[in-house]
């Protein structure tokens, strides 16, 4: 049996637990702890102790702290010490009941996933059964280590393994008779089909040959020459002409007059600066030069440039880069056809282009000197033009024939052989080759110890195999045990389920358990995540009482086909959180029957209350109470008073408060926490039924508000006015109404007021 705690030190929140007192366990030990206090952290050793995996204590090693974690206990007449992260010692006969049971081998949040049923599996079949399990996932991993030799064998003979060719059918070939004869004569058939098929593949890539174009002027030349401005009145232009002239301008006069028209600012001459406001020759040049004049000579003034670009030597020179290709390709083309291009005469077409750009850009000068005048072409440039257009009828001749060698050259390529008459010779031939090199000494080795492996781990199989039907044998009589035992469990917790068809199987290769829930005689599988919404499983048809009631009755039932049950010593974390209040009773009965058949029960909850109903009427020498308490940031393991702490919370509360008001004493806080609960107790004492359990005094004071003068309630109004002030004090040091109800500030004189206050409202005072 567990004897004491001697120490505990740096795990959790025991930084520095020293056993001091009567604090020495017995058959039936009842430990008390608030949440928060360390009773997970006391599962947490415990099951290291049972495991002798460090990691359970090392995880929960105080935080801030860099001093070891250290455990001394006292078990069975020895002391086991943890310390340097290693146990002295271990005592497998240990069992915990905790959250970490329940979400390693029952369930997490809502699902029964695969994991939970591999470990609860070794929970139900038990020593024997985990032995022959154990036997099959070494099997497990030997035939996994054998897959892995099998693959490096295949990859070992796959370095030689032709393209198309199964690793089976490679390793069955017979050796070719004769086979570097065959290899050279096929490796000559290669060669000389090679030959004949080269010439083609440059067939196919080469381009045809491409039709030409000639280069052509600006398509709105003409226009552009024979635009005027009709929107300049005659005066202005008549005295704008006299000007120039006056003034011998010459060419230019217009364009420096109608840029100098920019500058005039401030009706002031921009070369003398005298004032021309008056001067009516300046109205005429704003007539004349005004918006559609700039447009024009924007126009124009581009139309030179244009010209050349149209007709001048890069486009001639783009129209020789194609005669130059097409010359080029013809002399591939001529090697397998009969093909011929006219000889195109491209120094004449470029004489005739340098004639018709000469006489387009002298018109575009000329309309560029005198923006508003039309300019009509001369006979010389028609002339030049039409030299141009006469042109056309010598590409005409050009491109048919273009298209003429066009035609027999697509014919050409499509009448070239393809490559796959080679490829096929080829393929034979690494055939050959693969063949010769299966049954080179190395191959022939790699071969062999592939089928050795091959062997190996069919016998491994065989071994599977029967250690699977041991198992099952097993297993078939075990597990309708174990679901019975659970199902009693279950109809003692009066549940409304039950659980059915528990079987094992080999899902993923390892043993493990399956169950389903049966519900009003209907059968339900367990589910998992990928559940589809809507389906009855275990998430949506089991409350949360009901999943704890299910994990205490696989851990009770375990227990119960324990052959060395009197050996061990087991622990219950909290056994009865999230259960329904009405399972307490047969709770409580299933823990005093485990009590007389283990060695040892040690129970911790946060609930005294159902501590208090395990230790009512128990042999008094046989049952121990103990409890976690802080002191400052430690916790200590202590005697604990169990009499003192269940009794009456109203009176409780009232004692609190009533030592407070006469003589000062208790911890100020705590004081002012009583007050509402005091409050409370009273109004539920006084009005019994008119208050529902999950409401506070906040509650109550809106339905005595609420209230009219027929009911009975009526008569706590006249106490409204002082029960609100109360609730408004008290309320700021409980931390459902106010997240720093540890650190708000307290007065113990304003404090004794409220106390005295409360009393009042109950004549104490």
């Given at each position: 049996?567990?004897?004491?705690?001697?120490?505990?030190?740096?795990?959790?929140?025991?930084?520095?637990?020293?056993?001091?007192?009567?604090?020495?366990?017995?058959?039936?030990?009842?430990?008390?702890?608030?949440?928060?206090?360390?009773?997970?952290?006391?599962?947490?050793?415990?099951?290291?102790?049972?495991?002798?995996?460090?990691?359970?204590?090392?995880?929960?090693?105080?935080?801030?702290?860099?001093?070891?974690?250290?455990?001394?206990?006292?078990?069975?007449?020895?002391?086991?010490?943890?310390?340097?992260?290693?146990?002295?010692?271990?005592?497998?006969?240990?069992?915990?009941?905790?959250?970490?049971?329940?979400?390693?081998?029952?369930?997490?949040?809502?699902?029964?996933?695969?994991?939970?049923?591999?470990?609860?599996?070794?929970?139900?079949?038990?020593?024997?059964?985990?032995?022959?399990?154990?036997?099959?996932?070494?099997?497990?991993?030997?035939?996994?280590?054998?897959?892995?030799?099998?693959?490096?064998?295949?990859?070992?003979?796959?370095?030689?393994?032709?393209?198309?060719?199964?690793?089976?059918?490679?390793?069955?070939?017979?050796?070719?008779?004769?086979v570097d004869t065959k290899i050279q004569q096929k490796t000559t058939d290669v060669a000389s089909q090679q030959r004949a098929v080269d010439k083609a593949t440059e067939i196919q890539s080469k381009n045809a040959l491409c039709t030409i174009e000639l280069p052509a002027l600006p398509t709105d030349l003409l226009t552009i020459l024979a635009k005027r401005l009709t929107d300049v009145t005659a005066d202005a232009e008549e005295r704008v002409r006299r000007h120039i002239a006056d003034h011998h301008m010459g060419d230019d006069g217009e364009t420096w007059l109608s840029q100098g028209l920019e500058y005039v600012a401030n009706e002031a001459c921009p070369y003398c600066g005298q004032g021309i406001g008056a001067n009516t020759l300046l109205a005429a040049y704003r007539t004349h030069f005004d918006e559609a004049y700039t447009t024009l000579k924007q126009e124009v003034a581009q139309l030179g440039q244009r010209t050349t670009t149209a007709v001048g030597e890069v486009a001639l020179n783009t129209l020789q880069q194609s005669l130059s290709t097409n010359l080029t390709l013809l002399e591939f083309w001529r090697q397998f056809d009969d093909l011929a291009l006219p000889e195109f005469p491209f120094d004449e077409v470029k004489a005739k282009y340098a004639e018709l750009q000469k006489r387009a850009l002298a018109l575009a000068q000329q309309k560029e000197r005198s923006p508003t005048d039309a300019v009509s072409p001369d006979a010389t440039f028609h002339t030049a033009l039409q030299s141009v257009d006469d042109l056309q009828r010598t590409v005409d001749a050009y491109n048919a024939a273009v298209e003429t060698c066009n035609t027999l050259i697509s014919a050409q390529k499509a009448s070239i052989r393809t490559r796959d008459s080679v490829d096929a010779l080829k393929a034979e031939l690494a055939m050959l080759e693969a063949k010769k090199k299966r049954f080179e000494d190395s191959v022939v080795r790699a071969c062999e110890e592939h089928h050795t492996a091959i062997r190996a781990k069919a016998q491994l199989d065989e071994q599977k195999r029967t250690a699977r039907e041991e198992l099952d044998r097993y297993c078939s009589t075990i597990l309708s045990t174990y679901e019975t035992s659970?199902?009693?469990?279950?109809?003692?917790?009066?549940?409304?389920?039950?659980?059915?068809?528990?079987?094992?199987?080999?899902?993923?290769?390892?043993?493990?358990?399956?169950?389903?829930?049966?519900?009003?005689?209907?059968?339900?599988?367990?589910?998992?995540?990928?559940?589809?919404?809507?389906?009855?499983?275990?998430?949506?048809?089991?409350?949360?009482?009901?999943?704890?009631?299910?994990?205490?009755?696989?851990?009770?039932?375990?227990?119960?086909?324990?052959?060395?049950?009197?050996?061990?010593?087991?622990?219950?974390?909290?056994?009865?959180?999230?259960?329904?209040?009405?399972?307490?009773?047969?709770?409580?009965?299933?823990?005093?029957?485990?009590?007389?058949?283990?060695?040892?029960?040690?129970?911790?909850?946060h609930d005294p209350h159902f501590l208090q109903l395990i230790w009512e009427g128990y042999p008094a020498g046989g049952i121990k109470t103990l409890q976690l308490y802080t002191t400052g940031d430690n916790t200590i393991i202590g005697e604990w008073d169990i009499e003192a702490e269940t009794q009456s919370t109203y009176i409780k509360n009232y004692s609190a408060l009533l030592d407070f008001y006469r003589d000062r004493t208790g911890v100020p806080l705590n004081v002012a926490r009583s007050i509402r609960p005091f409050l409370e107790g009273m109004l539920r004492m006084h009005f019994p039924g008119r208050f529902e359990a999950n409401e506070w005094l906040g509650d109550f004071i809106g339905k005595i508000r609420d209230t009219d003068a027929t009911d009975g309630l009526q008569h706590a109004k006249a106490d409204l006015v002082e029960l609100e002030a109360t609730n408004d004090f008290s309320k700021k040091y409980h931390h459902d109404q106010n997240t720093n109800a540890d650190t708000e500030p307290l007065s113990p004189d304003e404090l004794h007021g409220f106390v005295k206050r409360t009393l009042r409202l109950v004549g104490g005072c």
């Open positions: 049996m567990i004897e004491k705690f001697v120490s505990i030190k740096n795990i959790g929140r025991f930084r520095d637990c020293t056993a001091r007192g009567d604090v020495a366990f017995r058959k039936l030990t009842l430990l008390f702890a608030e949440n928060g206090k360390g009773k997970t952290t006391l599962c947490a050793i415990l099951r290291s102790l049972q495991t002798g995996q460090p990691q359970f204590i090392s995880e929960r090693r105080t935080l801030g702290l860099n001093n070891a974690a250290s455990v001394q206990i006292r078990l069975g007449g020895n002391s086991l010490s943890f310390s340097n992260n290693a146990w002295s010692g271990t005592h497998p006969d240990i069992a915990v009941f905790d959250s970490v049971f329940i979400h390693n081998n029952v369930y997490a949040g809502d699902y029964v996933a695969s994991e939970h049923k591999r470990n609860l599996y070794r929970v139900i079949v038990g020593q024997q059964g985990v032995a022959l399990a154990t036997r099959i996932e070494q099997l497990d991993g030997t035939i996994r280590d054998a897959n892995t030799t099998i693959r490096t064998k295949s990859d070992a003979v796959s370095r030689t393994l032709p393209d198309g060719v199964s690793l089976d059918t490679y390793i069955a070939w017979q050796p070719v008779e004769d659970i199902n009693d469990y279950l109809d003692q917790f009066n549940t409304g389920f039950r659980i059915a068809n528990t079987r094992h199987n080999y899902q993923g290769g390892t043993p493990r358990s399956v169950f389903q829930i049966q519900i009003n005689g209907t059968t339900i599988d367990l589910g998992d995540a990928r559940t589809n919404s809507g389906t009855h499983c275990f998430k949506t048809t089991l409350s949360s009482g009901d999943r704890s009631a299910l994990a205490l009755a696989f851990f009770l039932a375990a227990l119960k086909q324990d052959p060395q049950i009197a050996d061990k010593i087991v622990i219950l974390d909290d056994p009865f959180t999230s259960q329904d209040r009405f399972r307490r009773t047969c709770t409580q009965q299933l823990i005093r029957q485990l009590a007389e058949r283990a060695k040892q029960v040690v129970v911790l909850s």
